[in-house]
T-cell receptor, first 115, second 114 residues
Framework: GAGVSQTPSNKVTEKGKYVELRCDPI?????LYWYRQSLGQGPEFLIY????????DSGLPNDRFFAVRPEGSVSTLKIQRTERGDSAVYLC?????????????FGEGSRLTVL | DQQVKQNSPSLSVQEGRISILNCDYT??????FLWYKKYPAEGPTFLIS?????DKNEDGRFTVFLNKSAKHLSLHIVPSQPGDSAVYFC?????????????FGKGTLLTVNP
């Protein structure tokens, strides 16, 4: 498809387990973003990639969270030792370039439930 | 420290009438503001934006008004349609070179009744 693709759409895991969430951005978009949306909240910024490098990871809550984008396209968000508080919808977005007028193209999200 | 605030969690209007969604902000350095719309089980989609140097931007049935002195913006939908039922988020990018980083409000659930 032409949009941002995220897999899995739903992930249920147990506390303490490791989780990977994948994002395939729109072809040609150099900027990629991860946001997290908890229940009753708006999306919150986690990390931003320009090309292959993480240009800003200031939103990652702690060192259990890590993200990569090795070839400048697909990105993987990795969560170690998951906790119940990590339960949320993880949204990936991309844009042709960073900044500009702020229009981001979001995927449908990966809903993570930590039991 | 919530820089973008949407104080109404929900709004219900009748089809054909006007919907007014409100947003307040605290950071006077925001360069522009955006509205995103989100249907259940979908990602947010961009709806309309406004530069901080303007006070109004219109796109079809959607108009955004900006009142800088009050640090307030509003989204007007006229006429409202049942398909407009969704969660609407107000957002603004950080200034100072990090304008890729959007700060979102908590959202307002709009229900348009037939």
């Amino acid at each position: 498809g032409a949009g941002v693709s995220q897999t899995p759409s739903n992930k249920v895991t147990e506390k303490g387990k490791y989780v990977e969430l994948r994002c395939d951005p729109i072809s040609g978009h150099t900027a990629l973003y991860w946001y997290r949306q908890s229940l009753g909240q708006g999306p919150e910024f986690l990390i931003y990639f320009q090309g292959t490098g993480a240009a800003d990871d200031s939103g990652l809550p702690n060192d259990r969270f890590f993200a990569v984008r090795p070839e400048g396209s697909v990105s993987t968000l990795k969560i170690q030792r998951t906790e119940r508080g990590d339960s949320a919808v993880y949204l990936c977005a991309s844009s042709l370039v960073a900044g500009g007028t702020g229009e981001l193209f979001f995927g449908e999200g990966s809903r993570l439930t930590v039991l | 420290d919530q820089q973008v605030k949407q104080n109404s969690p929900s709004l219900s209007v009748q089809e054909g009438r006007i919907s007014i969604l409100n947003c307040d902000y605290t950071n006077s350095m925001f360069d522009y503001f955006l509205w995103y719309k989100k249907y259940p089980a979908e990602g947010p989609t961009f709806l309309i934006s406004i530069s901080s140097i303007k006070d109004k931007n219109e796109d079809g049935r959607f108009t955004v008004f900006l009142n800088k002195s009050a640090k307030h913006l509003s989204l007007h939908i006229v006429p409202s349609q049942p398909g407009d039922s969704a969660v609407y988020f107000c957002a603004a990018p950080n200034s100072g070179g990090s304008n890729y980083k959007l700060t979102f409000g908590k959202g307002t659930l709009l229900t348009v009744n037939p």
